[in-house]
T-cell receptor, first 118, second 112 residues
């Protein structure tokens, strides 16, 4: 079974530029998550989708970050404009989702995109 | 908000030694998960715990869901060099469906 795919793996941009990340979850996983992981810290949830609807985006800096999951499968996360403090690894994860039984909290992560903002 | 305190922050051990790390929370969790992250990769799920007092093993790894539901422990027996990495605990509460709160991580170094 294929895992969570993310691209690009690395991105270097200047501050105030825009950037977009793409994620393809595990087939059949209804729930998709975007996390930000700053060096030396654990991942922090930015946004959670259930199919194509947003479940939780309370930690998403909405003035510059946006995310969508139009057909309930792939997702994109965009930053516009980027700031220096956005330098981090952006992780995508997926899980089976609601109503699927006990393992709904078992999230499987992609390799991440390492963003450097200069 | 919910906070997780993970300790120790780092460990330096000899190959063959056993390792213990733990995670404590200010809030009750319904689920505890343990992940391992290698450099340049995403976290990989090691063990999932769903009931207070539950003890679960995965090879040389054993994890326990604390009775108070505010803590969890991970033990690694007979460590080997490939155990090197960062170990994260993560908890999910009853009112935050699917949302995981992560600890700060424990950096494990194993000397051959």
């Amino acid at each position: 079974e294929a895992g969570v795919a993310q691209s690009p793996r690395y991105k270097i941009i200047e501050k105030r530029q825009s950037v977009a990340f793409w994620c393809n979850p595990i087939s059949g996983h209804a729930t998709l998550y975007w996390y930000q992981q700053i060096l030396g810290q654990g991942p922090k949830l930015l946004i959670q989708f259930q199919n194509n609807g947003v479940v939780d985006d309370s930690q998403l800096p909405k003035d510059r970050f946006s995310a969508e999951r139009l057909k309930g499968v792939d997702s994109t996360l965009k930053i516009q404009p980027a700031k220096l403090e956005d330098s981090a690894v952006y992780l995508c994860a997926s899980s089976l989702g609601r109503g699927r039984g006990r393992p709904y909290n078992e999230q499987f992560f992609g390799p991440g995109t390492r963003l450097t903002v200069l | 908000g919910q906070q997780l305190n993970q300790s120790p922050q780092s460990m330096f051990i000899q190959e063959g030694e056993d390792v213990s790390m733990n995670c404590t929370s200010s809030s009750i969790f319904n689920t505890w998960l343990w992940y391992k992250q290698d450099p340049g990769e995403g976290p990989v799920l090691l063990i999932a715990l769903y009931k207070a007092g539950e003890l679960t093993s995965n090879g040389r790894l054993t994890a326990q869901f604390g009775i108070t539901r505010k803590d969890s422990f991970l033990n690694i027996s007979a460590s080997i060099p490939s155990d090197v990495g960062i170990y994260f605990c993560a908890g999910a509460g009853g009112t935050s469906y699917g949302k995981l709160t992560f600890g700060q991580g424990t950096i494990l170094t194993v000397h051959p």
